[in-house]
């Protein structure tokens, strides 16, 4: 029988032989509240590292607000972000991304399911089951592969929809919306001002930064 591993006295990963007990544990009440944990394609990956503030931070928080936005005013379903788990059992992962968006056509039909807290407390909800129509991922020095290899891989197998990747480590910032192909994500359509189409949300994006007159960057998620 496999045993626990434990992470520098701060994590115990028990044995986890497939993706079904991996849930059980991530909704339990003994999971880790720091870091973040997704299990890929029969594997446990661990990333314990901060969240950078200007990098990763900034611009996660300007995309929550425009996106936000667009989705609330037009009842068009529900923006999640921070720890919101999703798992998709036909992909085999189980992750939490940094941007979730999920459709009211997508609850309607079943496509993804809100998974009830184990208490059973009404309006208590642990998890998403499903393919969500949008995920964005943003960049960190410790996620580079699984971002940009692991994750669309399995993001693609599951269903999702649209596949937005973010990488502000480095001056051009990249952005980029990907829709789904035969085999895999391709680049959305794009207009002569390098805005990208969001068939998702029927709308086109630019992100841009500045730094601002005290010299830190500032996002700017333009819409059109």
Not at 148 to 162: D, F, H, I, S
Not at 181 to 206: D, F, H
Not at 207 to 219: A, F, I, M, P, S
Request: charged share 35%; net charge negative; hydrophobic share 35%.
């Amino acid at each position: 029988m496999a045993s626990s591993i434990l992470i520098e006295d701060e994590l115990e990963i028990p044995a986890i032989q497939d993706l079904e007990e991996f849930r059980r544990w991530a909704t339990a009440e003994d999971f880790p509240e720091t870091g973040r944990i997704d299990f890929v394609a029969g594997r446990i990956e661990v990333d314990m590292s901060p969240e950078e503030l200007h990098t990763h931070g900034k611009p996660k928080t300007e995309l929550v607000i425009v996106l936000g936005e667009r989705i609330r005013s037009r009842q068009l379903g529900e923006l999640y972000t921070g720890r919101t788990r999703v798992s998709c059992p036909d992909a085999d992962v189980s992750a939490e991304p940094d941007i979730v968006f999920i459709s009211e056509e997508a609850l309607d039909s079943g496509r993804v399911r809100l998974v009830p807290k184990s208490g059973g407390e009404e309006d208590r909800y642990v998890e998403l089951e499903g393919a969500p129509d949008l995920i964005v991922e943003i960049v960190s020095d410790s996620s580079v592969r699984k971002d940009t290899k692991r994750l669309p891989k399995r993001y693609w197998q599951a269903g999702v929809r649209e596949f937005w990747l973010v990488d502000c480590r480095r001056e051009p910032l990249f952005f980029r919306i990907q829709q789904r192909g035969e085999s895999g994500y391709e680049p959305a359509p794009a207009n002569a001002e390098s805005c990208q189409y969001s068939a998702v949300l029927n709308a086109w994006y630019k992100l841009e930064r500045k730094r601002n007159e005290r010299g830190r960057w500032q996002y700017t998620l333009h819409t059109k």
